[in-house]
């Protein structure tokens, strides 16, 4: 499975970022997402035991879900992550090495950027989607820009400040998705509480889609 089959499926373009999730609360959070609509799920690994996490995850979910990592920041990292089974990379910046071992590795890689350069540096080390973080701090205006520059076959997410408000004025804008952490999880929501907002959240996609 990977994101373009879940994407060509209808699923809400949405990444989960689970920052902050202890092990024991992993099955029960990721059945509320799932149930909830959003099947693409992110542990970043400064997070508790995060591949105890993902390994749970990848375990009860990976047939439905995209399971993966956040924060990746080496090697080691992407090397760790794909052994418990992760199957999506993201990191909040753009280190060649990491993103090209991402990609021989068979993981799908979602790198971070900021400039121009750093995204043309991603796409150059392998990647097919990248991340514009802190979104929100730039806007929408500058995701217009920067996309009139970029191949046409890399999509751009938003990630940092997105959620259930905003998530229609970044697809308008030209992003393929976005990843969604405070406004969907903090540490200590419970199931409950996260399935609410997650079906908020997907509620939100569809009327921007006309859905």
Same mark, same amino acid.
């Given at each position: 499975?990977?994101?373009?089959?879940?994407?060509?499926? @209808?699923?809400?373009?949405?990444?989960?970022?689970?920052?902050?999730?202890?092990?024991?609360?992993?099955?029960?959070?990721?059945?509320?997402?799932?149930?909830?609509?959003?099947?693409?799920?992110?542990?970043?690994?400064?997070?508790?035991?995060?591949?105890?996490?993902?390994?749970?995850?990848?375990?009860?979910?990976? &047939?439905?879900?995209?399971?993966?990592?956040?924060?990746?920041?080496?090697?080691?990292?992407?090397?760790?992550?794909?052994?418990?089974? @992760? =199957?999506? +990379?993201? #990191?909040?910046?753009?280190?060649?090495?990491?993103?090209?071992?991402?990609?021989?590795? &068979?993981?799908?890689? +979602?790198? &971070?950027? +900021?400039?121009?350069?750093?995204?043309?540096?991603?796409?150059?080390?392998?990647?097919? =989607?990248?991340?514009?973080?802190?979104?929100?701090?730039?806007?929408?205006? *500058?995701?217009?820009?920067?996309?009139?520059?970029?191949? =046409?076959?890399?999509?751009?997410?938003?990630? @940092?400040? #997105?959620?259930?408000?905003?998530? &229609?004025?970044?697809?308008?804008?030209?992003?393929?998705?976005?990843?969604?952490?405070?406004?969907? *999880?903090?540490? @200590?929501?419970?199931?409950?509480?996260?399935?609410?907002?997650? =079906?908020?959240?997907?509620?939100?996609?569809?009327?921007?889609?006309?859905?």
């Amino acid at each position: 499975m990977t994101l373009d089959d879940l994407l060509a499926e @209808g699923v809400p373009p949405v990444v989960a970022i689970l920052r902050g999730l202890q092990p024991h609360e992993a099955p029960a959070v990721g059945a509320a997402l799932v149930d909830a609509g959003i099947r693409v799920i992110e542990v970043p690994l400064n997070s508790p035991d995060p591949l105890d996490s993902i390994a749970a995850l990848q375990s009860e979910f990976g &047939g439905t879900a995209l399971i993966g990592a956040g924060t990746v920041l080496s090697v080691e990292a992407a090397e760790g992550l794909h052994g418990v089974g @992760g =199957r999506i +990379m993201v #990191t909040p910046n753009t280190d060649p090495q990491v993103i090209a071992k991402g990609v021989q590795l &068979g993981l799908e890689v +979602m790198p &971070g950027f +900021m400039t121009p350069s750093e995204a043309f540096a991603a796409i150059n080390a392998g990647a097919r =989607r990248i991340k514009l973080f802190p979104a929100a701090r730039l806007g929408t205006s *500058y995701v217009k820009a920067v996309k009139d520059v970029l191949p =046409r076959n890399v999509g751009v997410w938003a990630v @940092g400040g #997105t959620d259930a408000a905003t998530i &229609g004025e970044w697809l308008a804008a030209g992003c393929e998705g976005i990843g969604v952490g405070g406004a969907l *999880y903090r540490p @200590g929501d419970g199931a409950a509480q996260v399935g609410e907002k997650a =079906r908020e959240l997907v509620t939100a996609w569809k009327a921007a889609k006309g859905g």
